[in-house]
């Protein structure tokens, strides 16, 4: 990725990368001020500088949430060598027509009362940054790795860039 995309250009470059990663990592920040990174299941909506989750009202994390915004979610698709850390602030929010697009049945297993349960929190995360760690892929990842090793030289192990959005 190159530093002259547009705003648009890095989103669904982003959004082409994760949007086949069931599982992102949110990281907040506890009252006691320690990180604390959970799993949260990843929509299946196009990324377009908003990423949502569906959480628990009852939860640590929502809580921090609530008590401070700034988050970060992270993706990992090692099969592709591919890896996203997005920035961001998150927003609680309630949103019945937004429920109703990201619901499916997947969550009953944690709400009891499926989509009517009242403990269901809607979460907004704004992301404002990202850093991307695109690899070559496994066969040219290994035959760069070997190389390395033969010659002594690095390898063309893919790109890491940082974008604001």
């Known amino acids: 990725m190159s530093e002259t995309l547009t705003r648009e250009q890095s989103i669904k470059h982003i959004a082409s990368i994760i949007k086949d ?8 920040v506890t009252d ?3 990180m604390h990174a959970r799993p949260m299941t990843t929509q299946q909506t196009e990324y377009d500088g908003d990423l949502w989750f569906i959480g628990g009202k009852d939860t640590e994390g ?11 979610v992270s993706y990992s698709d090692p099969s592709g060598s591919n890896y996203v850390s997005l920035t961001g602030t998150a927003e609680l929010v309630e949103d019945r ?3 109703d697009e ?7 297993m944690y709400f009891e009362g499926g989509k009517e349960d009242p403990n269901i929190q809607l979460i907004k995360i704004d992301t404002h940054g990202a850093e991307l760690w695109e690899g070559p892929g496994k066969i040219k990842g290994l035959y760069e790795m070997a190389k390395g090793a033969i010659t002594g030289e690095r390898g063309d192990m893919g790109n890491n ?3 604001n959005l």
């Open 21 to 28: 990663v069931k599982f992102a990592m949110l990281t907040t």
């Open 32 to 34: 006691e001020g320690h």
């Open 62 to 72: 929502v809580h921090d949430m609530g008590q401070r915004p700034q988050v970060n």
């Open 97 to 99: 027509a937004k429920l």
């Open 102 to 108: 990201l619901w499916n049945d997947f969550y009953k």
């Open 161 to 163: 860039e940082t974008v």
